[in-house]
């Protein structure tokens, strides 16, 4: 996902991101960021089944922009779980821009390298 109000690197961010346990679908689920889901092969995942009770992970290292993405995208599945990966996929993205674009959430820049060696 490429926004115009997103930064590259959510370096900082993500330490701020707490897990929780919150109602979904008529089931709980634990909430967790956690980086290196699936050993680095996935931003994100729903398991209804974990040994643990059902489980969303969202890796907080990525670009803000793609966590909130990757939030929504778990967070549909967990509640909707006959929703095909397409509609989800396209509903959470959707929803994130739509989100952005009207700056109810509002993910601010972060490019020190930008202004290294520009005068003004
Ligand atoms: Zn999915």
Known sequence: MNYAKTKPQNKKGFELMRDIISSLGGKWFRIMFQINVDNGDSQGNCEWDHPQGPTIRVDP???LCDVVDTLIHEVLH???????EEA???AATEITKVLIDTEVI???EERPDESIGQAT
């Open 78 to 84: 967990a509640q909707f779980r006959f929703l095909s």
């Open 106 to 108: 509002t993910i601010q």
């Open 61 to 63: 290292s990525i670009p």
């Open 88 to 90: 989800v996929l396209q």
